[in-house]
């Protein structure tokens, strides 16, 4: 009986700090109710100076001008903006659902090495042409996935069903990877 009680107490421990895991298999970064993307290169050789100027370089190839720079400081080889992407993923019919990714993207470097951290994502879906986009977090998002309920009085704020707001997860995820390699290529880390 004994072994039974402690066994019940380990079962409930897991499933009270398994809260700020990924428990749906998406691989989504999702801790402390944030979204965010993070991931350190090695870049052997490359100063500081030069890994700077080639995150300063993405950008502008990125979003054909500097003006999504929001702050800057070349000697502490940091460098964050503001990035919009366009995000599809596969809806009723295998049909794409086209939507709008807006996300801050901070490139952090030093010498050998740079770390870039993605977050504060929002989305943006139009379900038909012409009518005002819905705009909701990634991190609204992954709480409807994830079953929690808004307090009384308050909507979701997601137009998708658990199913395809998986979908939009994955897109998400292959989004943000994607863009983890194209600043790699220009950045020239591994």
């Given at each position: 009986?004994?072994?039974?009680?402690?066994?019940?107490?380990?079962?409930?421990?897991?499933?009270t700090f398994a809260q700020n895991k990924d428990t749906i298999g998406l691989q989504t970064p999702f801790?402390?109710?944030?979204?965010?993307?993070?991931?350190?290169?090695?870049?052997?050789?490359?100063?500081?100076?030069?890994?700077?100027?080639?995150?300063?370089?993405?950008?502008?190839?990125?979003?054909?001008?500097?003006?999504?720079?929001?702050?800057?400081?070349?000697a502490a080889g940091h460098l964050s903006g503001i990035g919009w992407e366009v995000l599809t993923f596969?809806?009723?019919?295998?049909?794409?659902?086209?939507?709008?990714?807006?996300?801050?993207?901070?490139?952090?470097?030093?010498?050998?090495?740079?770390?870039?951290?993605?977050?504060?994502?929002?989305?943006?879906?139009?379900?038909?042409?012409?009518?005002?986009?819905?705009?909701?977090?990634?991190?609204?998002?992954?709480?409807?996935?994830?079953?929690?309920?808004?307090?009384?009085?308050?909507?979701?704020?997601v137009p998708f069903n658990k199913k395809r707001s998986k979908k939009a997860l994955e897109s998400l995820?292959?989004?943000?990877?994607?863009?983890?390699?194209?600043?790699?290529?220009?950045?020239?880390?591994?």
């Open positions: 009986m004994r072994k039974l009680i402690i066994l019940a107490f380990i079962v409930i421990a897991k499933i801790a402390n109710g944030e979204v965010a993307y993070q991931k350190t290169f090695k870049a052997p050789g490359k100063s500081i100076t030069l890994l700077f100027n080639n995150s300063r370089s993405w950008f502008e190839k990125r979003y054909d001008n500097l003006d999504s720079i929001k702050m800057q400081n070349s596969k809806g009723p019919l295998g049909m794409d659902v086209p939507s709008r990714a807006g996300m801050t993207i901070a490139i952090m470097s030093k010498d050998d090495s740079y770390s870039v951290h993605i977050s504060r994502i929002i989305l943006g879906y139009e379900e038909e042409p012409g009518k005002p986009r819905t705009y909701f977090t990634a991190e609204d998002l992954m709480n409807h996935v994830l079953g929690k309920k808004y307090p009384k009085g308050t909507i979701d704020p995820n292959a989004l943000v990877g994607g863009m983890m390699t194209s600043i790699s290529q220009t950045m020239g880390g591994k």
